[in-house]
């Protein structure tokens, strides 16, 4: 747990880090860089309604939910990395 004076992104120094800035397309450039390949807007804050995103893709119904939930999953899991290592991943090994 970190302070509120602690809470800031280990990529964005002075912006603190929430889950809209660690998961939305208009946010942090590491979620830029994830979401930008992968076509899928998150603007209007769907990554809290995950079966939003992506429906103008070519994934099967039974599976859409399930990527974009791994997806956050990854984006979530690439600041551990950074915050204990201080490792950046590339955005094409978090997709």
């Given at each position: 747990m970190r302070t509120l004076d602690e809470s800031f992104c280990e990529q964005?120094?002075?912006?603190?880090?929430?889950?809209?800035?660690i998961f939305c397309h208009c946010q942090c450039p590491s979620a830029v860089a994830v979401w930008t390949p992968l076509g899928i807007d998150t603007h209007s804050g769907h990554f809290r309604r995950p079966w939003l995103l992506g429906q103008n893709l070519q994934l099967p119904t039974t599976v859409n939910l399930d990527v974009f939930l791994l997806v956050l999953w990854h984006i979530w899991k690439a600041r551990n990395p950074i915050i204990i290592e201080h490792r950046r991943s590339t955005a094409r090994a978090i997709i």
């Open positions: 964005c120094p002075g912006i603190h880090e929430t889950e809209e800035h």
